[in-house]
T-cell receptor, first 110, second 113 residues
């Protein structure tokens, strides 16, 4: 099946710094989503981005489907950005179930 | 739009007991998914419904697990004869017709003692 790899696994930032999280996937995909999981376990939708570039406030994402990777950019990080960021893809041949990476754990220090 | 809801939020049970979780998807979302997440890992797919039909089951879904979605609305996930290895967060997600984008509920955290 399709493999999803996220890097880095852990990231510590000072408040105000910028960061880039990467997601590599091993095959063609019908969907790619970025999520932020808060300390209570809730998965919050950040982007639905099977291809192209999107921006939402301080966050933006780019997916290059032909090269099988996606990037999540966080600018001017805040302590509330802390948590785990997951990339998830839908295998082109599946019924739509998401395959998740292991996540990037982000800690933003004041 | 009230979002996906799950009940209960937390469940502590003794090994060997049966438990049942409920998921209410966003209204008019015809697809519903169950996932399981253990500590330090990403969620893993368990099963998928389109309307009331269960169309896909993961190998993770052993015979002790059963899921239903009567009338294509809410869904239940039952675990029989729970084991300590069943301790995890159980997540439900739904997506609207024509879209692969999934929206997750807050999850049910199961602890088996």
């Amino acid at each position: 099946g399709i493999q999803v790899e996220q890097s880095p696994p852990d990231l510590i930032l000072q408040e105000g710094a910028n960061s880039t999280l990467r997601c590599n996937f091993s095959d063609s995909v019908n969907n790619l989503q970025w999520f932020h999981q808060n300390p209570w376990g809730q998965l919050i939708n950040l982007f639905y981005i099977p291809s192209g570039t999107k921006q939402n406030g301080r966050l933006s994402a780019t997916t290059v489907a032909t090269e099988r990777y996606s990037l999540l950019y966080i600018s001017s990080s805040q302590t509330t950005d802390s948590g785990v960021y997951f990339c998830a893809v839908v295998d082109g041949g599946s019924q739509g179930n998401l395959i998740f990476g292991k996540g990037t754990k982000l800690s933003v220090k004041p | 739009d009230t979002g996906v809801s799950q009940n209960p939020r937390h469940k502590i049970t003794k090994r060997g007991q049966n438990v049942t979780f409920r998921c209410d998807p966003i209204s008019e979302h015809n697809r519903l998914y169950w996932y399981r997440q253990t500590l330090g890992q990403g969620p893993e797919f368990l099963t998928y419904f389109q309307n009331e039909a269960q169309l896909e089951k993961s190998r993770l879904l052993s015979d002790r697990f059963s899921a239903e979605r009567p009338k294509g609305s809410f869904s239940t996930l039952e675990i029989q004869r729970t084991e300590q290895g069943d301790s995890a967060m159980y997540l439900c997600a739904s997506s609207p017709p024509g879209s692969y984008e999934q929206y997750f509920g807050p999850g049910t955290r199961l602890t088996v003692t």
